[in-house]
């Protein structure tokens, strides 16, 4: 079967770091992609991982353990804009498909 | 803008209907996706699209289905229409398929309300 978990809410203040852990079991694994999602919008892309370690991209940062099912977004600097669902989302196959699972996002409320 | 565009933004209509929501992927993008997206559910995925042909399905319903054309523009079906068809419909796009870093552009949706 296929599950990824992720915490439901989340709330940090303005300036602070969070971290959103992600944990997943699927029948393969071909990556791992991180979306942030404002209400009633359009998901857009914040990171990818397919190898264990960090990658950073300015405030935003992913981690992931394959041998784990683990993975973490980490968000630095934390601005009112931030307040957003982050969704984890993994690409269990190979072999030329590119379906995603999405986990069922954490909603994240940032406060002054 | 991600440059994928849905239509119409938003949609009400009767339970037992039929509606068509349309797709137009990014410019040269090849592959598109479709997913359901229900208040207390995350993003479903239905199904894909690579170049007009059907590459992969999901929890997709028998009463829904999906096309590619040869523009590339895509369309989902929905049929028979149930109040728990209410949702987000997004529509994704994506320059391939295959195992390399493939990114997923997500159009506005399509905002689907059975009365």
């Known amino acids: 079967g296929q599950n990824i978990d992720q915490p439901t809410e989340m709330t940090a203040t303005e300036g602070a770091i969070v971290q959103i852990n992600c944990t997943y079991q699927t029948s393969g694994f071909n990556g791992l992609f991180w979306y942030q999602q404002h209400a009633g919008e359009a998901p857009t892309f914040l990171s990818y991982?397919?190898?264990?370690g960090l990658e950073e991209k300015g405030r935003f940062s992913s981690f992931l353990s394959r041998s784990k099912g683990y993975s973490y977004l980490l968000l630095k600097e934390l601005q009112m804009k931030d307040s957003a669902s982050y969704l984890c989302a993994v690409r269990p196959f190979s072999g030329g498909y590119n379906k995603l699972i999405f986990g069922a996002g954490t909603r994240l409320a940032v406060h002054p | 803008d991600s440059g994928v565009t849905q239509t119409p933004k938003h949609l009400i209509t009767a339970t037992g209907q039929r509606v068509t929501l349309r797709c137009s992927p990014r410019s040269g993008d090849l592959s598109v996706y479709w997913y359901q997206q229900s208040l207390d559910q995350g993003l479903q995925f239905l199904i894909h699209y690579y170049n007009g042909e059907e590459r992969a399905k999901g929890n997709i319903l028998e009463r829904f289905s999906a096309q590619q054309f040869p523009d590339l523009h895509s369309e989902l079906n929905l049929s028979s229409l149930e109040l728990g068809d209410s949702a987000l419909y997004f529509c994704a796009s994506s320059p391939q398929e295959g195992d390399v870093y493939n990114e997923q552009f997500f159009g506005p949706g399509t905002r689907l309300t059975v009365l």
């Open positions: 991982n397919v190898l264990d």
